[in-house]
């Protein structure tokens, strides 16, 4: 008799063990793990080759070989994915099971083409950008983070269904997962809310189906929201290696994403999505017309969510006389492309962040001061960069006498003419006579006064660059 009470004992636990997928959805959480493998190995595939974007440096190409390897991966799992999904979608009884089967084949339809694109033009003549590789690959990571949350889902939440009409199998309704709500005990009895005394199982039918009501579960999922664009500098050129951040009130760990070689990020934050989507700028001459944008219950993409950022100062400044006259022609030797001052004396150029050097302003015939400028590496527009410039002169200048030494006055030195109060071109008592002329300067200056004669009878000069000597005259 005791034995006969153990072996129905026994075989009432084994129909209860037998039953317990049934009360998990007819699958498992088992069955998803290689499912969620293939879709963490596919993601590590996709960041794998948008690291090997953001490395490469401006102006270069990614290395195409170590891309088409990961596509060639990518494709391989999206194969072994779609036979997987394929398989446990024939296999299971659960009606919520094959729904789910269902929305991962239709994701893994979207993507394969994605994928296929990728492998098709690593191989081409025609190389796409890294801005448009950076786009599919973030098409492609948007997919496999909405797939891996649906099997997380699958497998964190049950899905608690009761058996097809006509089914004397075990059932339960979505209580039957609560440890305290109406449902099996670990004994085989059933036990309801609030009460905790057993009660013993009927018959042959373990549990009538008669007496629960048939809940269906779905599942209700939720894509995350893909925040994506460009980081520009002031030429429409993508900036790379950018850090950007989408931030949430109350939670300090931010969602991070780097923009690529051609200046591409992409970020993807829970739906809908309240929060700040920010620049963070770690070189201070850096700076961005907008930095930040606020979102609010952002539900649906972004997919142009640019920045234009100036990478670029600008060094000005203007060269004058101590008259406040414009000075044009200057060379400002040491800029990027040596500019030259205007008719207004103006001149402006644009660096890259953080150039230094020195400055030096030439022009012949034309001290300037300061002399020059020293820039350290610029982090901002520096104060206009002025000088005054001096014109280099020389004087003509000596005396007109007789053979005896004695100073003829009234000698007027044609071909010379006084641009200040202190020169004059006309012998003093002494017989002396003064006037400066520029750099470069050139003219006859001859010597007149009724009754006299004068040897030489003129003198002549041309381009003038140095200080002439001997410019006396004999009176005769």
Not at 421 to 438: K, Q
Request: aromatic content about 8%; charged content about 15%; overall charge positive.
């Amino acid at each position: 008799m005791k034995n006969t009470f153990w072996l129905l004992g026994i075989l009432l636990l084994c129909l209860f063990l037998s039953s317990t997928s049934e009360l998990r959805g007819g699958v498992e959480p088992a069955p998803w793990v290689p499912i969620k493998q293939d879709i963490q190995a596919f993601q590590r595939e996709i960041q794998a080759s948008r690291g090997n974007l953001a490395s490469v440096k401006p102006g270069a190409q990614p290395n195409e070989q170590v891309l088409r390897l990961s596509y060639q991966n990518m494709m391989s799992f999206l194969q072994a994915l779609k036979m997987k999904v394929k398989n446990l979608r024939e296999k299971s009884q659960d009606k919520n099971t094959k729904a789910l089967c269902g929305n991962l084949s239709q994701k893994l339809m979207e993507l394969e083409p994605i994928a296929m694109n990728l492998m098709a033009e690593s191989q081409g003549n025609k190389r796409p950008t890294a801005g448009t590789i950076g786009l599919r690959l973030g098409n492609l990571e948007r997919g496999a983070m909405m797939m891996q949350q649906w099997v997380k889902d699958a497998e964190t939440k049950p899905l608690l269904l009761t058996n097809p009409a006509n089914s004397n199998s075990l059932v339960a309704h979505p209580e039957a997962a609560s440890a305290t709500g109406p449902g099996i005990s670990a004994s085989g009895s059933t036990t309801q809310s609030g009460g905790n005394a057993p009660q013993a199982l009927p018959g042959p039918q373990i549990i009538s189906p008669s007496h629960l009501k048939e809940t269906p579960i779905g599942i209700k999922i939720t894509p995350p929201v893909t925040i994506a664009g460009y980081v520009l500098d002031d030429h429409y050129n993508g900036v790379p290696g950018i850090k950007m951040t989408a931030t949430v009130p109350h939670n300090p760990t931010p969602y991070v994403a780097w923009t690529d070689s051609s200046g591409h990020y992409a970020l993807s934050v829970p739906s809908p999505f309240t929060g700040q989507l920010k620049v963070n700028l770690s070189n201070p001459c850096f700076g961005c017309q907008v930095i930040a944008v606020n979102l609010v219950n952002q539900a649906t993409d972004i997919l142009a969510q640019n920045f234009y950022c100036l990478t670029t100062v600008v060094v000005v400044g203007t060269i004058q006389t101590q008259f406040r006259e414009n000075i044009k022609g200057v060379v400002l030797n040491g800029l990027p492309g040596n500019p030259v001052t205007d008719e207004y004396g103006f001149y402006r150029v644009t660096v890259n962040c953080g150039w230094s050097g020195t400055v030096t302003p030439i022009k012949t015939g034309w001290n300037f001061s300061p002399p020059s400028r020293i820039y350290e590496p610029l982090a901002q527009n520096p104060p206009h960069g002025d000088y005054v410039g001096f014109a280099i002169g020389y004087q003509i200048s000596g005396y007109v006498r007789t053979s005896t030494g004695q100073g003829i006055a009234g000698v007027k030195l044609n071909g010379l003419y006084p641009t200040s109060l202190d020169e004059y071109n006309v012998t003093d008592a002494n017989g002396h006579y003064f006037v400066r002329v520029s750099y470069g300067w050139s003219g006859t200056v001859t010597p007149v006064k009724a009754g006299y004669s004068f040897s030489p009878a003129s003198k002549t000069y041309a381009n003038l660059v140095a200080q002439p000597a001997n410019q006396d005259y004999l009176a005769q």
